[in-house]
């Protein structure tokens, strides 16, 4: 399988950068899958678990807004938030859950970031 550069950016750090076979991208107009000469797309980011699939194994990490990037040079995502699925647990998936119900509480809040925040809820109610 035809290989392709992914590299993963939050606004803490860069947690990947290296060739994978494929990635699948929680965008707000739905799942997509990314793969070695896909044509170029600008996307943004929903909710969701952001899958790397490379040599056999899978890779998954919480992201939360921010876009995603196809070039002939590969897939960038600009994660504004972004957790490892082993780090989903204790105090940061309990502080990711509060800030999702926050969101849905805030008065102020517009119905794009209440129904962002109610899929970030239906993401981690798996962990």
């Avoid at 998936?93 to 119905?111: F, K, M, N, V, W």
Wanted: net charge negative; glycine share 8%; hydrophobic share 40%.
């Amino acid at each position: 399988m035809a290989q392709f550069a992914f590299s993963l950016v939050s606004p803490e750090r860069e947690l990947f950068s290296g060739e994978v076979d494929a990635v699948v991208v929680p965008g707000t107009e739905g799942t997509f899958e990314v793969r070695a000469n896909h044509a170029p797309l600008m996307a943004t980011l929903s909710p969701g678990m952001l899958e790397v699939h490379q040599g056999g194994e899978v890779t998954k990490t919480f992201v939360r807004g921010g876009f995603a990037d196809v070039s002939p040079n590969g897939l960038t995502v600009l994660a504004e938030k972004a957790v490892n699925e082993q780090d989903l647990q204790g105090d940061v998936l309990t502080s990711e859950r509060e800030d999702a119900q926050s969101t849905i509480e805030e008065d102020g809040a517009s119905p794009e970031e209440v129904l962002n925040a109610r899929r970030a809820l239906d993401t981690l109610a798996k962990y």
